[in-house]
């Protein structure tokens, strides 16, 4: 495996900083997979443990994992946005070049952990591209005050990815979340169950020894079982 880190001009005007690891030469992979790191505005970037752990799994099962510092984070230009809707411009903007790069991808897992789980809902399932959602430690009740208060934007973007039979979605949170009840998460989950009865392939996976940080070694193991698992049953 080999990583390429770069200063990567997007079509939305910014410069992102990314790192892509690519699969060993003669591993045939055509799995992408992005990674999107917590809330710049609390210090969020590619370089966090969670994030990190997240790439090397990944990378282990010979996927192109790409991971980048969002707009204003690091070496990256522009500003980060208050709501997260130019964020999730530029990851569509991101996947795209990347696919016009890599045209042998035949399946796209956009893996968004707190605050990059609410910019991953904001791109689209892709029409000739298999494509997966893992969405970690969602932050469901500071979601408000991540978005200034544009929730109903990131919950009608859920909605919608469930509503499509072709869309792949994972769900992991810890019981012991830190921002999150279990009791909120147990009722949002239940909704979410219900609003993809019969279309999107829908994953619910709660840990219970995990807080939103996943500080905790069992819970870091747990989290990585449970992502081989899902990786092994959704092979393109």
């Known amino acids: 495996m080999t990583t390429k880190r770069e200063l990567l001009p997007l079509t939305t005007g910014v410069t992102l900083e990314t790192a892509v690891v690519y699969p060993p030469p003669g591993s045939h992979s055509t799995r992408a997979v992005f990674c999107l790191h917590p809330w ?30 969002s707009r204003g984070v690091g070496g990256s230009t522009g500003y980060p946005s208050f709501t997260g809707r130019q964020e999730g411009e530029d990851l569509q903007a991101l996947v795209q070049q990347f696919l ?7 399946a796209v ?29 969602y932050p469901l009740s500071p979601r408000g005050l991540l978005t200034l ?27 012991r979340d830190n921002f999150t009840s279990r009791t909120k998460y147990d009722v949002w989950t239940r909704s979410l169950r219900k609003a993809s009865e019969g279309k999107a392939k829908l994953e619910v996976v709660s840990v219970a020894e995990a807080d939103h940080f996943w500080r905790s070694g069992s819970a870091r193991t747990t989290l990585k079982q449970t992502l081989e698992d899902w990786l092994c049953g959704t092979k393109p």
């Open 40 to 69: 710049s505005w609390l210090g969020g970037c590619m370089d966090d443990p969670v994030i990190q752990s997240i790439v090397k799994l990944f990378a282990r099962h010979n996927c192109y994992v790409v991971y980048y510092n």
């Open 100 to 106: 016009q790069k890599e045209a042998h991808i035949t």
């Open 109 to 137: 897992t956009i893996v968004g952990y707190s605050h990059g789980s609410l910019i991953a809902t904001l791109h689209p399932t892709l029409i000739s591209v298999k494509t997966s959602y893992v969405l970690l430690s």
């Open 149 to 175: 208060f544009h929730s109903g934007v990131y919950s009608t973007a859920l909605d919608s990815l469930l509503c499509q039979s072709r869309a792949s979605v994972l769900v992991i949170y810890g019981e």
